[in-house]
Each structure stands twice: as structure tokens, then as C-alpha cells.
């Protein structure tokens, strides 16, 4: 039998009415058709009213609470579900209560629905969803009559969820006809039948035939039916008011058109190919650190456990957009994504009591509704902007409400990993839409839960800056039990904090040693390696500090090379593109790919609108590549979607170091999936397929250490410093920052981008079909090289322009060899030869540009393979 609950004691307000509650939010609706709601004192507190096009109901009730169309205090929202839930528990009490199973409605309940199943404590929770998800059985499904979009369908990873006899808590913004509750008890009465329904509504607005017809079909089926909500009435509707709903809706759809046309006409000729902020900043990531192993929502099922788990987390999640907000934000907006309601509430609420800066909550949706600036209406402004989660119904429109207008300064958006694809990054985006309205726009990423998947850990890589290890600690016991703890893992590092990079452009998976004393002369270093058996990863080398000869020769040859390595990097990014991902990941190996991430990022943001995530992650010689790099980016993306890059390719000693290692990782339980083929911007060498050029020309960012890669040091792997659950560690060089070049190097490449676009797309044509099958051309020139010079470890040869450079500049170098001709590439190596007494030898024959040659018979500065000393033939 039907009983209708008490009512808790809360006060509502809505940012749509006055101070003086004059205006309703319902008032332009109810003057113009007639409607009216009659009952409850509390009903105009909680609803507004607003029109929409749907041929079954042309009116909507618009709820101030729910935290879908109307921005509102996060806690109000939050509380107004968890309260509800509270009552349920109270209603059954605790031995029924932990029998039961909350279930919320997709999409604008889900959020409410959690909540719901907060306060109740006891139960698990599960929503509806129109997202079909491959290899997840149903477990269910019904229809929403009045809604925009019908279909249900019920997808808990634990296929039993449903099939207890315990109480079902059917959780809704509304209960007004009864029909989809009805529908959806009669569909799961069938297959799992119980005794006991509660239903939980924010308000109760059905008429009295609709309340008979519930109390008939409670006895039909032999169950109890209780109702609790906050609120209860009715909606007057007079004759014609669908037609005249309907009418209404095209005569302003038809003004809001020619207003919409207006406005794009003024913003054509701002209109840029990324979405960018007004202050000219992009969107900023921020990397949440999502606990492993918990859902996004409750899409799945989402348990006691997973609750207890995500309020430890939660501190930490809401601390890492509390840091990512600029300074002085006033007036903060937390925007959720359809489904995706909890997540973002949760986080909203934590920041509402974090921060000063006064915050609200709601999210976008698939429902269309009419937009009309007038206080006594509830939906005051509209954003459209095109699905980008790659829905089953196909493209389509979506929209976000009342953030136009809301005086916002500041949205952090949150998506799940499904929907940040290029769509959300578009120029008519999402994102792109919010830039428009607010100053600063930041994106979280919550990981879609992949019912059934296994999550391990996993971690970036290094450059050729060969300074850490990691790939063996995969191999370890211990392993197996970080793989399934992730989270014990540090967020990625990121500027100003750490490096000189802005904090988009790069997350670093390394520890801060900027306090440690690791810097020692070449020949101690050599020393304690020899005497020892110390690895070279272990300490750094002294950095070099340019003359100002050698800074202008740098700033030289950036302008002459800029085209060049702009048109490379296109090549390089594109093919990427092509081949590899849609949405890569990008992954560089410390420190020397680190800059040609970022390029790519910007070739990716510039081109396609694309916002890819890129960290910087360590790899060293002899001991592979940081396996608890890779398990961070293993619980945090889809390995598949990873493409390791570096700067260039030598011999390719590296590009085999990381195979190795990633297959070490594998072995020893890691995540499956990583491609170890490393995308370079240039591939001198024949050593891979995925490249900006074959030539090997200077990369200016070969010239300089730290001061051309964000002030960081090469990384450093000593037992004392580095853990078996840490990142291998880096330095960064603040105190360097008044001769720093990092970001002049990016916005000098940058800058010719619109200028080799045409070349580009030529290239990469000719590039995609041609064969690019690695002849590892250069390992054969160098074994040639280090016999013919007597030395006679291939390990002591370093082609290439950039593997020449850092002899000169982190070594005592033997000899240079330069191809006969060579120009102005080599300039910088020649005047660093000059300055360190060493003889330039030109040769005819070489597949590069040039050659530096170290000797255990003249530096200490040698070592092998294995990263120590290589002892004289």
C-alpha cells in the first residue's frame, strides 16, 4: 500500500530569486500558459518553471536543488539527497536498510541518487545510464515516457546487485505521472521479486488518480510502496497548454537563432583553432589522483567500500583543484557532465568548504530547453555544444544552463575518460563555450571504471637524459602489491613549483632532490665509479653555464632552425596522430624529450583543438625505464594510448633500452599494452618508424642543459634517495632562472606553426606511405667508427648532433668527427670544441652530421652499457 512520508525541516533558496523572494523563477511561464503549482508552501522554494520542445510535455519543472540546470551552493544539493536517504534508513530500519538497494535514474538523478544512498549508509547504489557499455551484461531496462531521451539501461558489474529480496529505493528528481517508477518496478518485479519498495523524490507532484493508480498496482504486485519526499503538489494545466507550450517555445527558439547568428558574427574574427581563455590561457588540467579501484559513479555499482575509500581520497582531490585555482576567484563554478553528477558534487562540496571564493554546483546535460533572460523564468542563458563522449544515438547537441550570464570567474569542468575526447577540446567545444563566459576554465578528469578490468599502476619515461632506472623493481614481490595500490603514488610535479613550464604543459612523474647535494666534478664522479662500482645515475654532473658567445650562437641558431623543427614537430605529431592514437598520451623520456612533448602538445592544441595529457618520465642505462612511472600511468590511462617521446635518435641504444624494459615490466606483472616504439622529432639513425625527419640537423635544445628543459635536472637513481614505491628523482634549478630559455625555445618554434602548415600536410602524406622500416643504419656506422678508431666499444661513440653536444658539454671528449661540408648546424660544436681543446676532425662518409668520441685512455668521463666505466682495451 502507498504512504507518503514526513517532510524534513531545510530551508531552500535559489539563485534565481531575489533577496526578498518577490520573483518566482516560475512567474514567466505561469503568466503565459496558465500553469500553476498548488500545494505545498515549500514547492516555489524548490521549482522553477521553464518550456522546452518535447512532444509529450512542453513544460518542465526546473529544481533549484538538484544541481542540474541551476547552479546552487554544492552543500544545499548534496544535503537535500543524503537527508532523504537518512529517512529511508530511519524508515526501515538498520537489518532492512543493509538488505537494500539504492537505485537512482539516469541522468539528472544520479547525482541525487548517490546522495540518497549516502544517508542511507548501509546499501549499495546503482543508476540507470543511456550509455551502453561492451561486455557488461544487462541486468535490466525500462522507459521514461516524458523524457528527452526513453531508454534505461541497468549495468551493475555485479550481476547479482539486483537479485536479492531485500527493499528497492527508486530515486528521482520528480515523481509526477508515476510512470517510470511503475515501469520500472514492473520490469524488475518480473525478474527479481521483492516485498518492499521505498520511492524518493525531491518532490511529489502527482495528481490523485496518479496517486490511486500507484496504491492499485502496489497491491496488484503484493508489495508495500512507501513515498518520501521533500515536498508534495500538483501542476495545473489548463486546455491547449502543450499547443501553446509548443507555439511559445518556436517563436523565442526563432528570436534566440537570430540572436545566436548575431553573436557567432562577432566572435568569427577572434576565432582561434584552440580553446583559449580570455586571458589568452588555455583550459588548465588538473590531475585529480582518482583513488584506484574506486567508480566514477554509480553507473556499475558503488559499494560501502567504494564510499569509505573515496572520503579518505576526497581531501586530497578536492586539494589539487583548490591549488590549480587562480588566486583571486571569487565566484567558482563546479560543472558536471550528464551522467557523471556525483563525482563533481563531492568534489564541489569539499572546495565549498576549502576555498573563500564563493562556490556553486551543476551540471550539462542532453535536454533541450528554451532560454529566456527574464528573472521570473528558470533557465535565464544556454551553451550548446556538440556531444563528446561518442554517445550510441549518435552526435548530437548538448547543453549547459545558466552559466552564461552566472558571473562567473571560474569553471572547473569535470568529465569522465570517455568524454575527453577531441569533441570536448573543439573549437566549438565545450570548453571552447566556457572560455568564452569565464576567465579561467580548469578540467578534471575523473577515469571511466571499466567493470571487470584490472588496474595496475604504471609510469612515464625518460629522455636522453638517461638518469633513472625502475624496469627490474617490476620484477620484484613487492610489485604486485603496488600495481594494485597506485594511489600510494605522488601526483605528478608541475610548474612553477617544479620546473619552469607552465602547469599544463607538462606533468613530471619525479620526486623534488632540489635539496640534495648531488652535483659532483667529472673526475670525482669517474672515481667513485671506478673505485666502487657506482652507477652514473647516482649523481649529476656540474651544469654547464654558457658564455655569452655560446648563448647568442644558441639564439642564433634557434632562428635559423625554428621552421624546420616546427615543421618536424608537425610531421612528428601528425603521424602520431595517424597511427598511434586519436588521443595519445604523450609520455617523454626525461629531460631531452621533454621540450618535444610539449611542442607536440601545442602542434595537437594548435591544429586540432586537441588537449593532450603529457608527463615526463625517467629512464636509464642498463636498468630501464621507471616502473612506478609506469604504473601511475597505467591506473590513470589506457596504456594502449601512451607514445613514449623523445629528441632524437643516436645509435638507438635507448630506443632498445626501453623495448627491453617495457617488456621487463610486463613480465614481472605490469600492466599490458605499452608500445615501446618511441615517437623523435628527428631519426638520424634509421632507429624507428615514428618521426619528425631522418636528417640530423641541430635541435637548438641540444645546445644547453637545464636552461633550455625547464630548469631540470637529468634524473637521478640512488638506493638512499629513490624508494621501491618512488619516482627516480630530478633537481630544479631555480636559481638558474635568469639565464632560462625554455620557454622562448617553445614560443620561438610555436610561432611558425601557421607558416609550415601546407608543408606539413604534404609530408606526413609522403611519410604515411612510404616504408619506414628501421635499417639501423647508424649502429652500423658507429661499430664501424669504433673500430676503425681503436676504440672499440660502441658504447664510447656518440652520433649525431645532440649526442656530439652533450660530450662537449658533460664529458671530457676525445675527438669530434664532422661530415665534410657541414654547416652552420655545427657551429656550436665547433666553439664548444674550441673551449674544451679538442680536435674537430672532418671526415667524408658519415650518416651524420657529426660524431664525438670518449676514450677510458683520456676521461673518466666513459661509461658502458651497464652505466659504469668502461676499462681501456
Known amino acids: 500500500m502507498g504512504r507518503e512520508q514526513g517532510r524534513t525541516n531545510v530551508t531552500y533558496a535559489s539563485d534565481e530569486r531575489d533577496a526578498n523572494n518577490v520573483v518566482w523563477s516560475g512567474k514567466w511561464v505561469a503568466e503565459r500558459l496558465g500553469v500553476e503549482l498548488d500545494g505545498d508552501e515549500r514547492l516555489r522554494g524548490l521549482l522553477g518553471l521553464a518550456l522546452r520542445r518535447n512532444p509529450k510535455r512542453a513544460h518542465l519543472l526546473v529544481s533549484h536543488v538538484l544541481g542540474k540546470h541551476v547552479p546552487q551552493s554544492p552543500a544545499l544539493v548534496w544535503r537535500s539527497g543524503h537527508d532523504l536517504g537518512v529517512r529511508v534508513r530511519e ?35 546503482l543508476h540507470s545510464t ?17 523524457s528527452h531521451a526513453t531508454s534505461h539501461l541497468l549495468l551493475p558489474e555485479d550481476p547479482e546487485l539486483l537479485a536479492g529480496d531485500g527493499p528497492l529505493v527508486l530515486v528521482d528528481d520528480e515523481f509526477s505521472t508515476g510512470n517510470t517508477v511503475l515501469n520500472t518496478i514492473r520490469a524488475l518485479h518480473e525478474r527479481y521479486p521483492r516485498g518492499r519498495y521505498v520511492i524518493v523524490a525531491l518532490v511529489d507532484m502527482r495528481s490523485d488518480a496518479d496517486r490511486g493508480r500507484l496504491d492499485e498496482f502496489a497491491r496488484e504486485i503484493d508489495a508495500r510502496v512507501d513515498l518520501i519526499a521533500l515536498a508534495s503538489g500538483t501542476v495545473r494545466l489548463p486546455e491547449g497548454v502543450l499547443e501553446r507550450g509548443q507555439a511559445l517555445v518556436a517563436e523565442h527558439e526563432q528570436a534566440a537563432h537570430e540572436r545566436t547568428a548575431h553573436e557567432q558574427a562577432a566572435h568569427e574574427q577572434a576565432a582561434v583553432s584552440v580553446p583559449v581563455q580570455r586571458d589568452g590561457r588555455r583550459p588548465v588540467r588538473v590531475e585529480l589522483g582518482w583513488p584506484a579501484g574506486v567508480p566514477d559513479g554509480g553507473r556499475h555499482g558503488f559499494t560501502a567500500a567504494h564510499r569509505e575509500t573515496l572520503e579518505a581520497a576526497a581531501p586530497g582531490l578536492v586539494e589539487r583543484i583548490a591549488g590549480a ?69 549518435g552526435p548530437g547537441d548538448r547543453y549547459a544552463y545558466n552559466v552564461a550570464g552566472g558571473g562567473f570567474d571560474t569553471v572547473v569542468a569535470v568529465v569522465d575518460s570517455t568524454a575527453d575526447t577531441p569533441e570536448l577540446h573543439a573549437p566549438d567545444g565545450l570548453l571552447a563555450q566556457l572560455a568564452r563566459h569565464a576567465e579561467h576554465v580548469l578540467l578534471a578528469v575523473v577515469p571511466s571504471h571499466a567493470p571487470g578490468a584490472a588496474r595496475t599502476g604504471d609510469a612515464p619515461e625518460d629522455t636522453p637524459e638517461h638518469a633513472s632506472e625502475g624496469a627490474s623493481q617490476g620484477a620484484s614481490e613487492d610489485a604486485s602489491e603496488r600495481q594494485e595500490n597506485p594511489s600510494m603514488l605522488p601526483e605528478p610535479l608541475r610548474g612553477p613549483a617544479f620546473s619552469s613550464y607552465a602547469p599544463d604543459e607538462v606533468g613530471w612523474l619525479l620526486q623534488d632532490l632540489s635539496e640534495v647535494e648531488l652535483e659532483a666534478p667529472t673526475e670525482e664522479r669517474e672515481e667513485a665509479i671506478q673505485s666502487g662500482g657506482a652507477h652514473y645515475a647516482e649523481s649529476l654532473p656540474v651544469e654547464y653555464q654558457p658564455n655569452e658567445q655560446y648563448q647568442q650562437l644558441f639564439k642564433a641558431a634557434l632562428e635559423t632552425s625554428a621552421a624546420r623543427i616546427a615543421r618536424a614537430v608537425g610531421v612528428v605529431t601528425e603521424t602520431v596522430l595517424a597511427e598511434r592514437s586519436k588521443r595519445p598520451v604523450l609520455v617523454s623520456l626525461a629531460r631531452a624529450g621533454t621540450p618535444v612533448g610539449v611542442l607536440m602538445r601545442r602542434w595537437a592544441q594548435h591544429r586540432h583543438g586537441l588537449d593532450l595529457p603529457h608527463y615526463a618520465v625517467s629512464i636509464v642505462r642498463g636498468r630501464g625505464i ?25 645509435k638507438g641504444a635507448i630506443t632498445r633500452e626501453l623495448a627491453q624494459a617495457v617488456r621487463d615490466f610486463e613480465d614481472g606483472g605490469g600492466a599490458k599494452g605499452f608500445d615501446p616504439e618511441i615517437a623523435v622529432l628527428a631519426d638520424p639513425g634509421s632507429c624507428v618508424r615514428t618521426y619528425g625527419t631522418r636528417e640530423d640537423f641541430l635541435i637548438p635544445s641540444a645546445c644547453l642543459n637545464s636552461t633550455v628543459s625547464g630548469l631540470i635536472s637529468r634524473t637521478v637513481l640512488r ?26 625555445f617553445l614560443d620561438t618554434v610555436a610561432a611558425r606553426f601557421d607558416e ?6 604534404a609530408q606526413v602524406k609522403e611519410v604515411l606511405s612510404a616504408d619506414r622500416a628501421p635499417t639501423w643504419e647508424g649502429w652500423a656506422a658507429v661499430e664501424r667508427i669504433s673500430t676503425e678508431y681503436g ?12 649526442e656530439t653536444t652533450r660530450v662537449l658539454l658533460r664529458r671530457v671528449p676525445w675527438k669530434i668527427l664532422a661530415q665534410r661540408g657541414a654547416g652552420a648546424d655545427l657551429d656550436h660544436v665547433r666553439l664548444l670544441a674550441e673551449q674544451r681543446g679538442v680536435d674537430v676532425e672532418e671526415v667524408d662518409g658519415l650518416p651524420y652530421s657529426c660524431v664525438g668520441l670518449i676514450h677510458p685512455q683520456y676521461t673518466r668521463g666513459a661509461t658502458g652499457a651497464d652505466g659504469k666505466a668502461v676499462t681501456g682495451k
Open 91 to 125: 524508515l526501515l530500519g538498520d537489518d532492512e536498510a543493509r538488505r537494500s538497494v539504492v537505485l537512482g535514474y539516469a541522468e539528472t538523478a544520479t547525482g541525487l541518487g548517490h546522495s540518497v544512498a549516502d544517508g542511507l549508509a548501509l546499501a549499495p547504489y
Open 130 to 146: 543511456r550509455r551502453p557499455v561492451p561486455g557488461v551484461a544487462r541486468a535490466g531496462g525500462f522507459e521514461e515516457s516524458h
Open 325 to 393: 585555482l587562480p588566486a583571486d576567484a571569487r565566484r567558482v563554478l563546479v560543472l558536471g557532465f550528464e551522467e557523471l553528477m556525483y563525482a563533481p558534487l563531492r568534489l564541489a562540496v569539499g572546495l565549498e568548504e576549502r576555498v573563500e571564493a564563493e562556490v556553486r554546483y551543476s551540471t550539462t546535460t542532453r535536454s533541450p530547453v528554451l532560454a529566456v533572460d527574464d528573472p521570473g523564468y528558470a533557465i535565464r542563458s544556454r551553451l550548446v555544444f556538440p556531444a563528446h563522449d561518442d554517445p550510441a544515438d
Open 626 to 650: 621507471d616502473a612506478n612511472a609506469l604504473r601511475w600511468l597505467a591506473a590513470h590511462h589506457d596504456p594502449a594510448d601512451v607514445v613514449f617521446v623523445d629528441g632524437w635518435t643516436g
Open 719 to 744: 638506493a638512499d634517495l629513490v624508494g621501491p614505491d618512488d619516482f627516480h628523482g630530478a633537481k630544479f634549478y631555480r636559481e638558474l632562472a635568469g639565464t632560462d630559455v625554455s620557454g622562448h
Open 756 to 761: 609550415v602548415g601546407l608543408a606539413v600536410d
Open 791 to 802: 676504440i672499440n666499444d660502441v658504447n664510447l661513440v656518440k652520433p649525431g648532433v645532440g
